[in-house]
């Protein structure tokens, strides 16, 4: 009920939900309010921003309505709930101090690219903060990876051991100025500075400040190796036109043949490497500035060692202004890989990387910030004009998501081994965590755990629920079965899968989903990963699957591909391809072997293992170096031109289907045998899964009456099969998911396991 006084003045209190703190929110109300003629008070709490503002009728509700309509750029107001409070009478509004107590459910913003204002100020002569690497205002800079707690103010952030000079203070305490209350607000005065050390820690001569990142560029464009801390880890970074400096850098890594991630100065820069469309580059530019993939150019002026054999390369422009000098001072494009050896975490402690980074860099450029959270960069690419995340990470992290049905207790879940993300939830809030990695070493594991008990505190959430997957050996399952102190519940993985997309878009189901994967344990204990299942949020049935097959030592043919080729060739009956000329008789014969008897080989459905397994007939790879290899490079040297689909049959049994690729794998040794190019091999392979997956799909859609169809797992992160799939699929008629906001590899599955349990809590 509205309260009216004396000139029928209302006075409102109204609470402002979502990402509201640390992005110049308060600040803009001040203004708002300031422009409307409003009086009253605007302040940050645990749950995001509460507002009281008096003035005419008229005025308030416009008032109310520009809180969510004309938001700053980093804001994402999720609410404005408002409620009639009595009217006081005091003139002014004014910004008054944080509150504290109750739960803590505010948003806290992912870090954010340099704004243009204060790019302009980094490139000024004139400007106080001329090539100040750490400048920033509240439309701009670090925020996740420096939070240690909420509210988001300056003493719950690493900055809090910066005292800001009497500069620096006025802008921060002035409402006018875009850098009121931006918590790390700094100048080369108060602020952070940067230093280049040697290896052993002593600093390079004559370099301090911004001297100090052009010494730093100056080793670069010589061919030195540098450690570089940045936003949320250190990178290693070398100049990308030179074979010796990318070669030295991948050999000291332990790096074989993965590719390298690059940054470049500007879109033209881009441009004269890849083939950008509007996504890419929409993607490129954005505030989150994540490592977006695309299509090299022939000629592109990078080393052969940057990405061996790989269709595509990964680039990012400039976030931080340390980056923005790099690019800018060196003025070519520059490897910025996550500095570690391959298969550990991310470095972010001085002393870590130090200890770990001083065999592979020359030089380390350093600051004195400290960084609260590990953060490796996004990774994203463009399929079908659309975003594919690839990794979720800096710049998306920690954003919340949705949760269709809300959880009636808090929930852990605590994700897979490999690309490992764990999730916690609150109500119909989840909180997907920033990439960990696969979870292969103690140290792995230990960053999984430290970042739960961060994101707890953070968001104050106390799980009773944790949720974990099904498979026993995997680190996380370990780490969740040794916690006392929650209740345990177990998901199947490409039910995970199957929930995380559905759950992302809002959905529930019921729905029919392929879920294609490397491996992923299956109720029936064999390893699954080419499914076809129905259901939703709160369950499932596998109605079926890609036919299965030995998969040859276990784990051990993930790393050689020639074991799932072997493993087919033996259940077919069909002579040795050329490619397999150089495998010892004896590794045959015993993996051939095992192929029959089963001994060290659980059969396996996998459609991961599959694209293996033709790669490795068609010499294209007989063993790897990094999970996933054989099938990117397969995927690259398709020719479209050839797109004549592969017989795949689909068999019945009862009312299960299974994809039977005996006749696919009769086809490609006839091709190959017969001298077709690889190229058409890939292409017509593509197109047999994809119309063989489509129509398995439409099938059971028909049969079960459904509409909405999930496709999901690792596999799809291959552009041609989820484009040609989608498009049979639409074709039909039916409405198709795919990942978006969360990566379809195992970077969604805590949020598919804390969907799942939410819902399976709501039934009772």
């Known amino acids: 009920m509205s309260t009216q006084s004396e000139g029928a003045k209302r006075r409102v209190r109204a609470r402002v939900d979502g990402t509201v703190q640390g992005v110049g929110y308060r600040p803009f109300v001040f203004r708002l309010a300031g422009e409307l003629g409003i009086a009253g008070w605007v302040l940050n709490d645990e749950r995001g921003v509460l507002v009281e503002a008096e003035g005419a009728p008229d005025a308030v509700h416009v008032f109310l309505a520009r809180l969510r309509a004309d938001a700053p750029p980093l804001a994402e107001v999720r609410g404005v709930e408002a409620q009639d409070v009595p009217v006081v009478g005091a003139p002014g509004f004014e910004i008054v ?105 002593s600093p390079v001569e004559r370099t301090a400040g911004a001297d100090a990142v052009r010494a730093a560029a100056d080793d670069l464009l010589a061919g030195r190796i540098l450690a570089v801390k940045g936003l949320g880890g250190y990178h290693l970074a070398c100049r990308a036109d030179s074979e010796d400096a990318v070669a030295a850098l991948r050999a000291r890594k332990r790096r074989e043949d993965r590719p390298f991630a690059l940054l470049v100065r500007d879109l033209q820069t881009a441009r004269e490497l890849v083939e950008l469309g509007p996504g890419e580059e929409a993607l490129l530019t954005s505030r989150a500035r994540p490592i977006v993939l695309a299509r090299r150019l022939a000629g592109a002026a990078v080393a052969a060692s940057v990405a061996p054999n790989a269709p595509d390369l990964g680039l990012m422009l400039p976030y931080t202004p340390l980056h923005e000098l790099l690019a800018s001072d060196t003025g070519v494009p520059l490897v910025m890989t996550s500095g570690n050896l391959s298969d550990e975490p991310i470095a972010f402690s001085d002393d870590d990387a130090r200890e770990r980074l001083s065999a592979i860099a020359d030089r380390f450029l350093v600051h004195d910030r400290p960084i609260a959270t590990r953060t490796d960069d996004s990774v994203v690419r463009v399929v079908r004009e659309r975003p594919l995340m690839l990794r979720r990470s800096r710049g998306y992290v920690p954003a919340s998501l949705d949760l269709p049905v809300p959880a009636a207790v808090d929930v852990l879940g605590v994700g897979a081994e490999q690309k490992n993300a ?198 294209v790879r007989l063993e790897v170096t990094y999970e996933g290899q054989a099938a990117i490079e397969f995927e690259a040297l398709a020719d479209r031109a050839a797109a004549d689909p592969y017989p795949l049959e689909l ?114």
Request: with cysteine; charged share 20%.
């Open 651 to 764: 068999e019945h049994r009862g009312s299960a289907i299974a994809l039977d690729v005996r006749p696919t794998i009769v086809a490609v040794l006839d091709d190959i045998a017969a001298g077709v190019p690889v190229g058409t091999i890939s292409a017509r392979f593509h197109a047999g899964l994809a119309h063989a997956t489509a129509a398995a799909l439409v099938l059971v859609a028909e049969r079960r009456q459904l509409a909405l169809v999930v496709l999901s797992g690792g596999v799809f992160q291959n552009r041609l099969l989820l484009e040609l799939t989608s498009a049979g699929l639409e074709q039909a008629g039916l409405r198709v998911l795919v990942p978006e906001r969360l990566p379809p590899n195992d970077g969604q599955i805590a949020f598919g396991q804390v969907a799942i349990a939410a819902a399976r809590l709501a039934a009772g």
């Open 97 to 201: 101090a944080s509150a504290h107590g109750g739960a803590a459910t505010a948003s806290v913003t992912p870090d954010s690219a340099t704004c243009e204002d204060c790019l302009a100020e980094l490139a000024d002569p004139a400007d106080r903060r001329h090539r100040y690497p750490f400048l920033n205002c509240t439309n701009c800079g670090p925020r996740f990876t420096i939070v240690r707690g909420i509210p988001y103010d300056r003493p719950l952030t690493t900055m809090a051991g910066f005292l800001m000079c009497d500069a620096c203070r006025a802008e921060y305490e002035d409402p006018a100025d875009r850098r009121f209350h931006a918590q790390p607000n700094a100048c080369p005065v108060c602020g952070p500075q940067v230093r280049l050390l040697e290896r052993d820690g």
């Open 422 to 619: 764990f999730c916690v939830a609150k109500g119909a809030r989840a909180w997907p965590s920033h990439h960990i990695g696969d979870l292969k070493n103690y140290e792995t594991l230990q960053s999984l755990e430290t970042g739960i008990e961060h994101f707890q505190n953070l968001f104050e959430v106390a799980p009773q629920l944790l949720v974990h997957d099904l498979h026993p050996d995997y680190l996380s399952t370990r780490y969740a079965l040794g916690r006392e102190d929650v209740q345990l519940f177990s998901v199947q993985h490409h039910h995970a899968h199957l929930a995380a997309t559905l759950a992302e878009h809002g959905e529930t189901g019921p729905a029919v989903g392929a879920i294609f994967d490397g491996t992923g344990y299956g109720t029936d204990g064999t390893v699954w990963g080419g499914e076809i299942l129905v259901g939703g949020l709160d369950r499932i049935e596998r109605c079926g699957r890609i036919r299965p097959i030995r998969m040859p030592g276990g784990e051990r043919a993930i790393a050689e591909p020639w074991r799932m080729a072997a493993a087919w060739l033996t259940e077919i009956q069909a002579p040795l391809p050329p490619a397999f000329e150089d495998i010892a008789q004896p590794r045959w014969n015993m993996v051939a072997r095992m192929s029959t008897n089963g001994m060290g080989s659980p059969f396996t459905s996998s459609a991961g293992r599959l694209f293996d397994a033709v790669a490795a007939l068609c010499g």
